[in-house]
């Protein structure tokens, strides 16, 4: 059976379409918030151009001062401490750079080249702040500072760092046991100089110097057996 089609009145169409009405909600939507879309756009653009420009400065920072730690490495090795001192200061004000905490090490050398044992100290202590947490520069720097007091006879708190830098397991544990038994003997603790050497061979039995070591036990241990009893 046909169907009659339904006419729709006036009011009916003028009322707007469903797709009109959602462009035109759309439209006021972006209108109201319009000013917020623009701030969003423009942060965003900024921080592309902060972080574009963050690598430039770096990068112009790293140049610079590879230029200059190569010319003070020049006067360090030439023994020309004061001089290196100098342009390693230099070096240290481009503080973004790479360059910059490693120029505390040498600085720190080359004051204990010239027996200012205060200043290689700080330095000493500067680049130890910049290192990573077990890394091999924070052993560096740990025996670094080790030496420096071990040289002023500052052996309790060389002690310390030698055996801070003992447990990074980098390329110097050797040598951090060995100061540290060194200097426990110098304090006249060879109980203590013992265990350090005891230590070095546990963590590394197959090292080069694991016959010096076990000289070192026994003669030290001979120490303690001469020793009267209840001494």
């Not at 202590?125 to 025996?143: A, C, H, K, P, Y």
């Amino acid at each position: 059976m046909a169907t009659t089609s339904r006419r729709l009145s006036r009011k009916e169409l003028r009322q707007p379409d469903w797709f009109q009405t959602v462009t035109e909600n759309a439209f006021e939507f972006y209108q109201r918030q319009r000013v917020a879309v623009y701030l969003g756009i423009a942060v965003v653009i900024l921080l592309l151009l902060g972080i574009w420009g963050w690598g430039v400065f770096k990068e112009r920072q790293d140049s610079m001062a590879a230029q200059e730690f190569g010319q003070a490495m020049t006067q360090y090795h030439a023994g020309r401490y004061r001089d290196a001192i100098a342009g390693l200061e230099k070096v240290q004000t481009h503080r973004w750079s790479r360059y910059a905490n490693l120029a505390h090490l040498y600085e720190a050398n080359s004051y204990l080249a010239l027996n200012d044992f205060t200043k290689a100290t700080n330095a000493a202590q500067r680049f130890i702040v910049g290192t990573d947490q077990n890394s091999l520069m924070r052993q560096i720097g740990l025996l670094t500072l080790a030496d420096i007091e071990e040289r002023q006879s500052q052996c309790k708190e060389a002690i310390k760092n030698y055996g801070e830098a003992g447990k990074i397991k980098a390329a110097f544990t050797e040598r951090a046991f060995l100061g540290e038994a060194r200097c426990a003997v110098q304090m006249g603790d060879v109980k203590g100089g013992i265990a350090a050497y005891r230590q070095l061979l546990k963590d590394q039995p197959e090292s080069p110097l694991a016959s010096y070591v076990r000289f070192q036990i026994s003669e030290l241990e001979s120490k303690i057996a001469a020793q009267p009893v209840g001494k």
